[in-house]
């Protein structure tokens, strides 16, 4: 049972274009999501988070919107760049105070390439 | 700043093989994870350690043991090596009231 899905497993833009990648939540109790970024034989590295207090984040190039009604996040790159290319996770958390064991799950990501 | 080591980086085993994956951070992170990622899939959470001497089962856990001697070593053990256990292995930590996980390098591991 995917409880965090991305379902584009890939995505092409052109350089200096939007890039957004879609990732879709069913447990409700999640309240802290996070976007990773992977490029190959590394390991993933944070990018930007969210709360659920939040609908929106931003972080120079990019910005993580939080649909919660919808149990939907996106994170939108602008302008995007070829060193963008890497594959993205999302994340989600919904363990918190004390006892917070930061049990992150993960989607299956997506893979961006963006062309000069 | 060396952060989150693994060895070793890649790993070919016979079925039936016993090894360890070597993790160890020096950020002086109480949590610290084991995750596996296998083709066109997520990061699955193996074990995970909120403490020296405190580890847990995640959520696929079986064949594989760690343990949590100290605060800076998380090692994990495969035994009886199977294909299915054929992956990339990621170490990861985090300090207290801090979603952001940091990751290792990882393991690329393959069970002929």
């Known amino acids: 049972d995917q409880q965090v899905k991305q379902n584009s497993p890939s995505l092409s833009v052109q350089e200096g274009r939007i890039s957004i990648l879609n990732c879709d939540y069913t447990?409700?109790?999640?309240?802290?999501f996070l976007w990773y970024k992977k490029y190959p034989a590394e390991g993933p590295t944070f990018l930007i988070s969210?709360?659920?207090?939040?609908d929106k984040n931003e972080d120079g190039r990019f910005t993580v919107f939080l649909n919660k009604s919808a149990k939907h996040l996106s994170l939108h790159i602008v302008p995007s760049q070829p060193g963008d290319s890497a594959v993205y996770f999302c994340?989600?958390?919904?363990?918190?105070?004390?006892?917070?064991?930061?049990?992150?799950?993960f989607g299956q990501g997506t893979t961006l390439q963006v062309k000069p | 700043n060396a952060g989150v080591t693994q060895t070793p980086k890649f790993r070919i085993l016979k079925i039936g093989q016993s090894m360890t994956l070597q993790c160890t951070q020096d950020?002086?992170?109480?949590?610290m994870y084991w995750y596996r990622q296998d083709p066109g899939m997520g990061l699955k959470l193996i074990y995970y350690?909120?403490?020296?001497?405190?580890?847990d089962k995640g959520e696929v856990p079986n064949g594989y043991n760690v343990s949590r001697s100290t605060t800076e070593d998380f090692p994990l053990r495969l035994e009886l090596a199977a294909p299915s256990q054929t992956s990339v292995y990621f170490c990861?930590?985090?300090?207290?009231?801090?979603?952001?996980?940091?990751f290792g390098s990882g393991t690329q591991l393959s069970v002929l």
């Open positions: 990861a930590s985090r300090r207290g009231g801090d979603e952001k996980l940091f």
């Open positions: 447990n409700s109790m999640f309240d802290y």
């Open positions: 969210i709360s659920s207090i939040k």
């Open positions: 994340a989600a958390s919904g363990y918190r105070g004390s006892s917070n064991t930061g049990k992150l799950i």
């Open positions: 950020m002086n992170h109480n949590y």
């Open positions: 350690s909120v403490g020296a001497g405190i580890t």
